[in-house]
């Protein structure tokens, strides 16, 4: 049976009875779980779909750049805060614990690189940016421990907790802790767009507003792309926008993206979700909708503040259904990009592609490893060698799914600056100093151990067996 607003009064007070949760989790809690019951999901009408003009996604090129004067520079920093959403753990890269103390490159974390971006600014700029990581309930911990290790380094480090939701039971629609599953299993963390009421429920908020500062740079802590530019945050200030989200233009890989619309004059994120089945094909042309959210979001703390003290963040809910240890459990979450139609003055840019570089599997993982990419200051910046301005596509079977077994099948990173698509499948071995170029496929039979020599040098190949090297 499907639940209705009838369930509510039973929910909300096996919820009262959660000690585990704050007073502000739990009126959180339940405000999302009556919105979803009310069924008072916003209703997108195809054809008022616009799309944006220039003015409400800024091409980035038109954007006035910052002058060399440090003064100037050092006024735009003091008035930052550096947030990345540190709640994912590495579980679908084999890993255990916050995904971003995965090492990246050199030796480094996802977080070393952070914090030495961030101190390189405050050190030549005289500033104080902080960074800020929201963890989840699996990542704090773990996270704190980290983060013991910064402690000499010129960067405040502050950390919060997103909000901690319990499952819910699908048939019964009772929270699983209520029924006994009181371990880890039975909570969930409600999606990103839990950062801004989380953010003032921490006091940091407060805090940040105390010490002058304006805007809040979010972003995912597994976006080696998303650094602080401070041409955004200047158009920012001067306009008065009091949120922005960057895009980029769509690939082929990124058809399932979130895309900027206009609708009825205002700029919101239209979500797959969203769109009826019938205009799904439409939704996923890059013809049509050219653009897609990187999750880089800048946001004005003072509106910030007072939209979450009016409880006006309501954004489009997302359904998580799920099978956990046999029982089927509802979860309900937000994206903070949903937040955009909320804010006055928002708007989108439209920006490189370099500032989205994630790491979301070993694949990528090979990418940012390879020469394609050198790492100077903390920042990972493409070769200049490489002539195409897209990046190789790249196929690792499941035996390269895991970060440990995907470096052991690596002597050293191939070479990749002329590559153009690699798919690789089987047990196969990768040598060191290999040169990948054009359009190579490894497919080992069934069955088979398929070493790549040393040195070698592979263009434009079918490899099956050693005899097509």
Known sequence: MAATTENLPQLKSAVDGLTEMSESEKSGFISLVSRYLS???????????????????????????????????????????VLKLNGGLGTTMGCTGPKSVIEVRDGLTFLDLIVIQIENLNNKYGCKVPLV?????????????????????????????????????????????????????????????DVFPALMNSGKLDTFLSQGKEYVFVANSDNLGAIVDLTILKHL?????????????????????????????????????????????????????????????????????????????KMEIIPNPKEVDGVKVLQLETAAGAAIRFFDNAIGVNVPRSRFLPVKASSDLLLVQSDLYTLVDGFVTRNKARTNPSNPSIELGPE??????????FKSIPSIVELDSLKVSGDVWFGSSIVLKGKVTVAAKSGVKLEIPDRAVVENKNINGPEDL
């Open 39 to 81: 069924g008072e999901a916003q209703h997108i009408e195809w054809s008022k779909i616009q799309t944006p003009t220039d003015e409400i996604v800024v091409p980035y090129e038109k954007m006035t750049p910052v002058s060399q004067d440090v003064a100037e520079t050092k006024n735009l920093l003091d008035k930052l805060v």
């Open 133 to 193: 990581l929201m963890n989840s309930f699996n990542t704090h911990d773990d996270t704190h421990k980290i983060v013991e290790k910064y402690t000499n380094s010129n960067v405040d480090i502050h950390t919060f907790n997103q909000s901690k939701y319990p499952r819910v039971v699908a048939d019964e629609f009772v929270p699983w802790p209520s029924k006994g599953k009181t371990d880890k299993e039975g909570w969930y963390p409600p999606g990103h767009g």
């Open 237 to 313: 200030i001067q306009n008065k926008n009091e949120y922005c989200m960057e895009v980029t233009p769509k690939t082929l890989a990124d058809v399932k993206g979130g895309t900027l619309i206009s609708y009825e004059g205002k700029v919101q994120l239209l979500e797959i979700a969203q769109v009826p089945d019938e205009h799904v094909n439409e939704f996923k042309s890059i013809e049509k909708f050219k653009i897609f959210n990187t999750n880089n979001l800048w946001v004005n703390l003072k509106a910030i503040k007072k939209l979450v003290e009016a409880d006006a963040l």
């Open 400 to 409: 390269f799914k895991k970060v440990a077994t995907f470096l052991s099948r």
